[in-house]
């Protein structure tokens, strides 16, 4: 399933819950600056976005190949509080017409969770709002929710979701809004981290994916986004890079990164430089680019068709009724290709099973943003689940354990 772009005054298609369609939605801001984007957003429980704003820190990064945690932490300490004034004149309420604070309280770098929590903290404080400490990939798995409409469902439960960023490279069943287990997760790496170095090996501008290494890695190797063909990047010597733990439900990207590791130390001591000084033509880079990318999304299919036929087997839980994709890397328009093909070959292989459901939100909601923040602080509204002012960040923090340490649970608001 493929959703169309979602409109940022888009009108409510359908109401939150039943007694919202009666009384007035409730609205949520919600903060995020676990990585290198300080986000604030504000979102009504009629699935509307009022207002996203993203600050970007890509230019303070490239140059480190990666996300440098202190200047991230202080340009977050800069950022956002901009971000929470745009967001709130962008949506054009105030802080009186909230009904709660969402914040991201982990997973992420320590640092850089203590700028949105310590904002959230105070504005709650200030207001006496409700505060809600969301947990990021819970965020990323549930977006669909939120940018569901007539012509694009939500997910049905029981579904499998692919968590795919910087910080993690997840396969998990969700059977209910809060409850994840883990099917899968990496040994080593994450594929987002993965793609940051391969771009930093490969010396890709950032500035090709709009200031993210991934999308720049996606550009360079295919041209445009998502333009690339399955064929064509096996003939690009995919047999270059490996596909570990082919058989188990568990990711691996470290061995894909030292594979182009000695492939491009092996290759400049054979070569000599070009005039211009550069020790690989474009054209090879572009196919050690594809090759990656490609492996790396053979891992990710492979492991969706396992996680399908582990469940079956088990039988726990009913058929599996979606495959929700969510995550910086889950705006790669090439691994939507891929993934769509593969979920028609794991149902037309088996008689019987019905095609599943592939959801992935647009590419702007896939990559970090306070809207999806936001959206959790209202279910966890709804569901009276609020945190006390002394709580704190957690940088480690599994997704199934979410939502197990509540010591304030409300009356949810009417
Ligand atoms: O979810 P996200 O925005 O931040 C974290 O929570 O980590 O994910 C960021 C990751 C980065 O590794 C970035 O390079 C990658 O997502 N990414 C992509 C694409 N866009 C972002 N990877 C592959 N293809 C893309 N189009
Ligand atoms: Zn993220």
Redesign the pocket.
């Known amino acids: 399933m493929h959703c169309p772009r979602v409109g940022l005054r888009r009108l409510a298609s359908r109401a939150f819950s039943t007694s919202a369609s009666v009384s007035k939605p409730l609205l949520v801001l919600g903060l995020e600056s676990?990585?290198d984007d300080s986000c604030a957003s504000i979102v009504s429980s009629s699935r509307e976005i009022l207002s996203n704003v993203v600050l970007k820190q890509s230019q303070i990064h490239e140059s480190f190949g990666g996300i440098h945690p202190l200047h991230a932490q202080e340009a977050h300490q800069r950022n956002l509080p901009l971000a929470i004034k745009l967001a709130l004149e962008r949506a054009r309420v105030s802080l009186d017409d909230l009904d709660g604070i969402a914040f991201t309280r982990g997973p992420g770098m320590y640092g850089c969770l203590s700028v949105c929590t310590g904002a959230a903290k105070a504005l709650a404080a200030a207001t006496g709002k409700p505060l809600l400490g969301v947990h990021?990939m819970q965020a990323?798995a549930l977006t669909p929710f939120l940018t569901a409409s007539d012509d694009c469902p939500a997910p049905a439960f029981p579904f499998l979701t692919l968590l795919l960023?910087?910080?993690h490279t997840l396969l998990v069943l969700c059977t209910a809004v809060d409850r994840f287990r883990i099917l899968a997760t990496t040994h080593d790496e994450s594929i987002?981290?993965s793609?940051?170095k391969a771009a930093r090996d490969l010396e890709i501008p950032w500035d090709l994916?709009a200031g993210?290494?991934?999308?720049a890695?996606?550009a360079f190797a295919f041209g445009r986004?998502g333009a690339g063909e399955g064929d064509k990047g096996e003939t690009l010597r995919r047999h270059e890079f490996p596909v570990p733990f082919r058989h188990q439900l568990a990711f691996s990207y470290a061995g894909l990164r030292s594979a182009l590791t000695r492939i491009l130390g092996r290759e400049s001591s054979e070569s000599s430089s070009d005039e211009a000084g550069a020790l690989f033509s474009t054209e090879r880079k572009r196919e050690l680019a594809r090759g990656f990318m490609v492996a790396a999304f053979e891992q990710v299919e492979g492991k969706v068709a396992l996680g399908l036929d582990h469940l079956a087997r088990e039988g726990e839980v009913g058929p599996i009724r979606g495959l929700v994709v969510s995550?910086?890397?889950a705006?790669?328009l090439y691994l939507r290709k891929r993934l769509r093909k593969k979920l028609d070959e794991v149902s037309s292989s088996r008689s019987g099973r019905e095609t599943i459901p592939l959801h992935f939100p647009p590419p702007a909601l896939c990559?970090?943003n306070a809207a999806m923040v936001a959206w959790v602080g209202l279910e966890r509204l709804r569901r009276g689940r609020v945190d006390p002012l002394d709580v704190m960040q957690q940088s480690k923090w599994a997704i199934d354990e979410c939502e197990a340490d509540f010591s304030v649970v409300v009356e949810p608001p009417k």
């Open positions: 676990s990585a990021h990323h960023s910087g910080g987002g981290q793609f940051d994916g993210s290494p991934g999308a890695l996606e986004p995550g910086g890397v705006s790669n990559t970090d």
